[in-house]
């Protein structure tokens, strides 16, 4: 019998279970990781944040239970539906989301199994390190601008030095945290950097403590659960608006399994396979649409928790996922968290997202890139440009995300362009 591989960087590899008191803080660290995110798109669209939440943490759960415990992935609410929700609340209400987010999900399902026939051996071809590592490198820097914004502008969009002043408090914490501490402390840097970063912010007066004082103790999320709340009828706008949008988040997904292969030393794309990743994916959105809320997505938020602790237990994930299930009915410690300031999580996210840019970087210097030939160059540009400038492809109802656009012209150009261009055979 060969003996399990452990990734010798890990301070606790994917089986590795932690302790009771430090699984909790370690798992309260990825739930307050991803809350401001998770709720935000509820918030954005009309639903109720606390289904999200339920959402959320149920999702991640059957993701870790279809991929057999084997990939460290937080599922939270995907950002990508958002414009196709709002119009779809506004014009046929939320039965129309669950119809389109089911369906998205029936998407992934049908593309698991086409991926089980083929295999994903053509990853490799599709997938080079050229591509890979620029791709890996958008989706930490995608976002910077907006977590640079979140640390400027106010609710009122006015530059508030306030803010600035707490995200930068809050990033030199959360960095001293992480170099300085050792023991269980030196593994929860994240965490410790929110509640100081919180702390200042109520010091400098930019918390909002009326969300707290008025929320209950227990509260019941508003579910949409279809032969309950309503009678389900087919939706074929619905439909044809959001099913698109699931080869976008494809590629998001394919993206940060990139990035996970890299932090533990893993192929997840061959154990436990692209088949079984897409699947547990597919049928968390169809959970998420059938109980009321948002489709789901793995985070880069949860990722960069991941790179920078080197904790990467599948427990403390699936820890996080049952603390998100039960917040969704704890009305006041919901708020605590909804009371956290962009600021705040903005200072967070200057590390989270900077950890993964890194990454596809580190990926390009192993792999030893030769950026003198003009096909390397001309791919990492393009995909830089494009996925961190923010282009964005919209026909009609249809939005190709800056990100998905950029991984699919790097693919492309890996694909179409020659390996030596007609100058460099001279």
Known sequence: MTKKYRNPEAIL???????????LGLSLQHLFTMFGATVLVPRLVGLDPGIALVSSGLGTLVYLLITKGKIPAYLGSSFAFIAAMQMLMKTQGYPAIAQGAMTTGLVYLIVAMIV????????????P???????VMVIGLGLAANAANSAM?????????????VALITLALTIFFNMWFKGFLGLIPILLGIVSGYFVALITGIVDTNIITQASWFSLPNFEIPFVQYQPTLQIGAIVTMAPIAFVTMTEHIGHLMVLNKLTKRNFFEDPGLSKTLAGDGVAQIVAGFIGGPPTTSYGE??????????HSVFVIAGAAILAVALGFVGKISAVILSIPNPVISGISFVLFGVIAASGLKILIENKVDFDKKKNLIIASVILVVGIGGLVLEVGTFTLSAMALATVLGIALNLILPEVSRSEED
């Open 13 to 23: 590899d994917i089986h590795e279970k932690p302790k009771p008191l430090p699984w």
């Open 116 to 127: 089980k026939r083929s295999g994903s051996a053509w990853l490799d071809k599709v997938l």
């Open 129 to 135: 390190p050229i591509v890979v590592g620029p791709v």
């Open 153 to 165: 502008f106010n609710t009122a969009g006015e530059y508030d030095f306030r803010y600035v002043f």
């Open 302 to 311: 949860n990722i960069g928790v991941l790179a920078i602790t080197r904790v």
